[in-house]
Structure formats: structure tokens, C-alpha cells
């Protein structure tokens, strides 16, 4: 018996082969929310990159829209429980459709996706829901914001990120369905971790000590709906990309 085990590519426990099933369908769920987890987290990494990559081709005329300490703040604080969700996305009906998926997880199509939809999706309404705030307050190119007109337009940017992070987690449930046809409640988890997320934004934006240490302040009015952009655009963004992708393999 143990020789047959060592030479076996599978050991049946339970000696019920339904079992077998189960197990190719947990493989399958596994690496599907593995490239889910990829997907969002690189795209969110666009978005912390951005700033500093306009700030350094700007020579410092565009001042720096997100600081170090922010960016941690949106790596640990809000970016993480939405990431876990993610892997704990079940198997749905479609998971067992078709052939194995046996390929790289960072592939041209996730790449694509990332570097090529979503990430510049929320990199752009980021950046200029930063520049609209710093417009509207007076600042013209290669001046220097006040204090204060700095802080709300760096709050602004990170309250972009953050209701970006918002559709982006929706989106990456699925590599080919958008919003609109996914189950709301198939996963809990991404709902307690996303109901969560608003209320750290909450605190990093609204608890005095822990805003100056970030350095940024709460958006003005036109900041908040500047920021909110980010969650049709991307939504949108990826509604189509999906669509277009579907007709072309149609």
C-alpha cells in the first residue's frame, strides 16, 4: 500500500472518486483567485506609482499628489482586506467549464489588463481629480500650493485610489463578466472587507493626528465628486474591455 501511494499521482482518502472532482474544482478556483489577487493589486500599484513617475517627469512642477506614508497607508490599510476577499472568491458554475488552465499566472491578458485598462483607468481620474482640486483652489503649473490647498488636493488623489480600489476589486471577480452579471452576495467576504475599506478612508482622512501624519486632508466638495469618477470609469472601462474581448472571440 505505501508503494502504490509513493507511485500514485493521486491518493484517494475517502476511496470516492466524486472526490476527485472536488479537488480539480478547488485547483481550478485556486488559480483563477490567484490572477483575481494579481490583477488588483498591480492595478493599485499604477495608481500609487503614477504620481511619483508625473512628479519626476514634471521636474517638480506638478507637486507630488500621494506621499510615502500615504501609499503604505493604501498598501496595508485599505488595499489588503479587499485583496484577501479576493482569494476568497468561491468556485462558481463556470469554473469547471472547459479545459484546464495550466499557463503562467502573470500572462499577456492579465498584463494587458492591468498596464493597459484598469491601471491607467485609475491613474488618470486620480491625477486629475488632483489637479482639479489644485485648479480650482488657484494653483497654476509650476507654482507652489499652500499647505492647505496641498493637503486637500492630496486627499482628493487618495480618495480616488481608494473608490477606485472600490471597482477594481468588483471587476477583478471576473476575467470575462462584468458587474452587472456577477452575484452580489457570492462573496461576503469582499463586502464586510469593502465596507471596511470606507471606513478606514474615513479615519485616514477625518481623524486629525493620524491626517497630518499622512498629510492630507479631507476633499472639498468638488474633490469628493472628482474622486468619485473613479467608480463609473472604471466600471465602465471594464465593461467594455470585457465586451470587446467576448465579440472578438465570438
Not at 34 to 45: A, E, K, P, S, W
Not at 68 to 79: C, F, H, K, N, R
Not at 184 to 195: D, E, F, Q, S, T
Not at 240 to 245: A, E, F, P
Given at each position: 500500500t505505501d508503494v502504490a501511494r509513493e507511485a500514485a499521482d493521486l491518493v484517494l482518502l475517502d476511496d470516492h472518486f466524486a472526490t476527485i472532482v472536488t479537488a480539480v474544482e478547488l485547483g481550478r478556483a485556486t488559480y483563477a483567485n490567484?490572477?483575481?489577487?494579481?490583477?488588483?493589486?498591480?492595478?493599485?500599484?499604477v495608481a500609487e506609482l503614477t504620481p511619483f513617475l508625473v512628479w519626476a517627469l514634471s521636474g517638480g512642477n506638478?507637486?507630488?499628489?500621494?506621499?510615502?506614508?500615504?501609499?503604505?497607508?493604501?498598501?496595508?490599510?485599505?488595499?489588503l482586506l479587499p485583496a484577501l476577499a479576493l482569494g476568497a472568491e468561491p468556485p462558481n458554475p463556470r469554473t469547471m467549464q472547459g479545459p484546464a488552465r495550466t499557463g503562467a499566472l502573470l500572462d499577456r491578458r492579465l498584463l494587458g489588463r492591468v498596464f493597459g485598462v484598469l491601471g491607467p483607468v485609475q491613474a488618470t481620474v486620480e491625477m486629475a481629480a488632483f489637479a482639479g482640486v489644485l485648479l480650482l483652489g488657484g494653483w497654476t503649473l509650476g507654482a507652489t500650493p499652500s499647505p492647505g490647498l496641498l493637503a486637500a488636493a492630496s486627499g482628493t488623489a487618495f480618495t480616488a485610489v481608494v473608490l477606485g480600489q472600490f471597482a477594481n476589486a468588483l471587476?477583478?471577480?471576473?476575467?470575462?463578466?462584468?458587474?452587472?452579471?456577477?452575484?452580489?452576495?457570492?462573496?461576503?467576504?469582499?463586502?464586510?472587507?469593502?465596507?471596511?475599506?470606507a471606513v478606514v478612508l474615513l479615519v485616514f482622512l477625518g481623524f486629525p493626528p493620524l491626517a497630518d501624519l499622512l498629510g492630507g486632508a479631507f476633499p472639498p466638495p468638488a474633490g469628493w465628486a472628482l474622486a468619485a469618477l473613479a467608480i463609473p470609469a472604471i466600471i465602465g472601462v471594464d465593461a467594455?474591455?470585457?465586451?470587446?474581448?467576448a465579440a472578438r472571440h465570438r
Open positions: 490567484i490572477r483575481r489577487f494579481l490583477t488588483y493589486h498591480l492595478t493599485d500599484n506638478v507637486p507630488l499628489a500621494l506621499g510615502v506614508l500615504q501609499v503604505l497607508a493604501l498598501d496595508i490599510g485599505t488595499d471587476a477583478c471577480r471576473s476575467e470575462t463578466r462584468w458587474i452587472g452579471r456577477l452575484s452580489w452576495p457570492g462573496n461576503p467576504l469582499l463586502l464586510w472587507a469593502l465596507a471596511a475599506e467594455l474591455y470585457k465586451g470587446l474581448r
